[in-house]
């Protein structure tokens, strides 16, 4: 039973840099300001790897990737 | 004039090369994170790709530093022991500069180590310690200065320029860029940014371009390390 | 709810329960007495609070298996199950901390304003029956700054049951900066750590870990008062009024243009209609009323036969919020009045998260604009593609209700929208406005 895991943005530490979108463009997109919209909480497998890259990447450290419960 | 000295162990010569490379290494290093650390947005390159190139490069330097410390310990002419790499001043050969290197290394260190466990550590404790890396810069290039064998050619003296221009503009550059506010901040930014040439520039006519600097340089200690 | 609740023992002072004619349960001293009721009015009226029975053991039935059998839900706007909260602060290990919310940042709202001037002691009960519940030994009362007699009387309140030895645990009133966001529950905790009261977001919560680190419950002053009423009376008293899903009775802030605007204690389940008329009943034709408060729904006419529950509302987009129920008479510019919310709203941003800080503001000036007459299509598709931006997007849930208000005003007048697009501001949009709203000035503090 594969687990799922979902991106969460802390918005009080995120500055719109931008680097999660560049990355995870599939699931992450930037609004007018350069803030991440999350168009899908849910991240499949086979991009599992880009949104961990995606999660490393973020220079204020606010994407994460929960573990949840299904 | 001291001219490029062609004799001599090549462990010196890698322990000059490799010291050079990193601290140009480090410059750019630097020039890139006070570069991409604002709200300015790149054109034709990703955020993301800047960020990698920022690590790939701090982690050149860091190659380049082994090989520089390893050559000068291992190097006969001067005798230094292992612990000079990571105890500043308490080496036998120009202790107080030599110690300026050990204590940027020090600090490299530190950074490295928080950044590769960054995600444990959380955003506020890594980014302090990572704000070291603004002292580490500056201390290497004193102790290149100061320690080094080949401050006075002219060649090295257009690197040190080199270096310093391309931090001070990326300092100056962020500066511009910015947004209102933190004044404070900013200004004490500016003024450390422009300061480092000027002391350097100023110790380095009163210092090593002055004849006889190598002798007193041998025995200058700092009361703290101490030589014998 | 399957199984049968024993009742509950017998306070000692043999009083009947309140909740005579009308719906009145809160308010019934208030309206027996027509005084606020000191300490020797609620002791004699209630008896003390039953942390324990009059030999001092334990309550037969724990209050939390009380509260969950009555079905009572929080009063403060997001009506969240007082019992599932309640067992998760209990469940934890460490000392909780109880917190009762009497903010009410609401501008719309007098609800729990009213029921502290008028009933303190019933909040008071509520809050030391919560923390005996979930184990806490501190119960904090965050009041706002602004309302120094408010603040003087609940000094007041708690002086009398100190000097009567009334309460095993420690109470303590605080006067926290006023702002719309500083009642939210993380911000009260932040402040209460002494940061600014600015919402911190999570995880981890307030309930795992809030004042110095300890689990702690936040709850809304009324929501407090029905427990204390609870743990006296039993749930099943409680569940005599209201609908099976949503039991009890609820405060009611009824405000605009109706005859005696004011505060009124009604079921769950009593349709907004009646609600108008207990208020005196509409001065003049009604096009629609505002329900939730600024950051609520609106609702045109039509539907004011609805119930106020949250299972009526939902179909409509609607909720009953925090109790409030603003009535705009029909030759009111409903565009103009949202436009003069948002900008309060927007003013009012913690401006932590960027969403908020830069997507609110842009939605209020676009509302403003389309208000004013100003605008066209493009503005107007643009207005919704940002309003529908702001939900689910910042540390709090500010932004979400802005975008709830915005959406719901183009929605329910979308007919106003489109005259406005084709031909300019309506008359109506020169007069002065309905809805008294706060200058739109940002907080001066946040601590």
């Keep these: 039973m594969t687990r799922i895991r979902n991106l969460r943005v802390d918005r009080l530490a995120c500055t719109g840099r931008g680097l999660c979108a560049e990355l995870l463009p599939e699931l992450i997109g930037l609004d007018e300001w350069g803030y991440p919209v999350l168009k899908d909480r849910t991240v499949p497998a086979h991009l599992r790897a880009h949104a961990r890259r995606a999660v490393t990447a973020c220079p204020r450290l606010a994407l994460h990737l929960d573990r949840v419960r299904p | ?218 025995a200058a200690t700092l009361s703290l390390g101490g030589a014998r | 709810m399957n199984r049968p609740v024993p009742p509950l023992r017998p306070d000692g002072h043999g009083a009947p ?51 969950e059998a009555a079905g009572l839900t929080g009063r403060g706007g997001a009506g969240f199950p007082t019992a599932r ?5 209990a469940g934890r290990r460490r000392r909780a901390v109880v917190v009762v919310n009497a903010m009410e940042s609401e501008p719309a709202s007098r609800k729990d304003q009213f029921l502290l001037a008028v009933a303190p002691h019933l909040v008071l009960d509520g809050a030391v029956l919560a923390a005996s519940a979930v184990g806490a030994d501190t119960v904090h009362v965050c009041l706002p700054r602004d309302r120094p007699a408010q603040y003087r009387r609940m000094d007041a309140a708690l002086d009398e049951r100190r000097r009567a030895r009334l309460d095993r645990v420690r109470l303590l009133a605080h006067a926290l900066p006023h702002t719309y966001v500083s009642s939210e529950s993380t911000a009260l905790v932040h402040w209460l750590n002494g940061g600014p009261a600015r919402p911190q977001g999570g995880p981890p919560g307030n309930r795992e870990r809030g004042v110095d680190r300890r689990p702690t419950l936040v709850s809304n002053a009324e929501t407090l008062a029905h427990l204390a009423l609870i743990a006296r009376h039993g749930p099943g008293w409680f569940r005599r009024l209201g609908t099976g899903d949503e039991p009890g009775t609820l405060l009611v802030t009824v405000a605009g243009a109706v005859a005696d605007p004011g505060v009124l204690e009604a079921a769950s389940g009593t349709p907004l209609a009646t609600l108008l008329g207990r208020a005196g009943g509409p001065t003049e034709p009604l096009g629609a009323v505002l329900l939730g408060g600024f950051a609520g729904t609106w609702l045109r006419a039509e539907h004011l036969h609805t119930p106020l529950t949250r299972r009526d509302l939902a179909p409509l987009g609607a909720a009953p919020g925090a109790g409030v129920l603003v009535a705009l008479p ?64 910042g540390a709090c849930r500010h932004p979400d209700g802005a975008a709830r208000l915005a959406a719901s005003a183009l929605d329910a007048f979308a007919e106003d929208v489109g005259h406005h697009l084709a031909h300019g501001p309506c008359p109506a949009a020169r007069r002065p406005p309905r809805i008294p709203v706060p200058p739109a000035t940002p907080p001066e503090t946040w601590r």
């Design chain 3, 85 to 89: 909260k309640l067992r998760a602060v």
């Design chain 3, 330 to 393: 029909r030759s009111a510019c409903a565009l103009t009045e949202t436009a003069r919310l948002l900008g309060y709203l927007a003013a009012q941003s913690a401006r932590q998260c960027g969403p908020c800080r830069l997507g609110l503001p842009a939605v209020a000036e676009d509302f403003t604009v389309l208000a004013t007459g100003r605008a066209d299509q493009v503005l107007l598709s643009r207005l919704r593609h940002r309003t529908a931006l702001l939900p689910d997007r």
């Design chain 3, 17 to 67: 329960p309140p909740g005579g004619p009308g719906d009145v349960r809160l308010l019934a001293d208030w309206y027996a007495t027509g005084r606020p009721a000191t300490l020797a009015d609620h002791l004699e009226r209630h008896g003390p609070p039953p942390v324990t029975a009059a030999d001092g053991s334990p309550p037969s039935v724990p209050l939390v298996e009380a509260v």
């Design chain 2, 1 to 218: 004039m001291t001219t490029l000295a062609l004799t001599g162990s090549p462990l010196w010569y890698a322990s000059r090369a490799g010291g050079t490379l990193a601290l140009v290494l480090l410059t750019a290093t630097v020039v890139l994170g006070i570069a991409s650390g604002g709200r300015a947005a790149p054109r034709r390159i990703g955020r993301f790709e800047i960020g990698l190139l920022h690590r790939d490069l701090s982690l050149l330097t860091l190659v380049f530093l082994v090989v520089h410390v390893v050559t000068a310990v291992l190097d006969p002419y001067v005798h230094l022991g292992w612990a000079v790499s990571v105890v500043p001043f308490g080496a036998s050969y120009r202790p107080l500069w030599l110690g300026l290197g050990t204590a940027a290394l020090d600090l490299l260190l530190a950074v490295l180590l928080t950044s590769a466990l960054r995600l444990r550590l959380g955003v506020r404790r890594w980014k302090a310690v990572h704000w070291l890396a603004y002292a580490a810069w500056p201390l290497a290039l004193f102790h290149g200065a100061g320690a080094g064998t080949d401050t006075r050619l002219p060649l090295q003296l257009w690197l040190y320029a080199g270096c310093l221009a391309a931090v001070v503009a990326a300092v100056w550059w962020r500066l511009a860029k910015a947004g209102p506010g933190r004044v404070a901040g900013r200004l004490l930014a500016a003024t450390a940014a422009t300061s480092v040439p000027v002391v350097l520039g100023a110790f380095l006519v009163a210092g090593p371009l002055q004849p006889g600097w190598a002798q007193s340089a041998a």
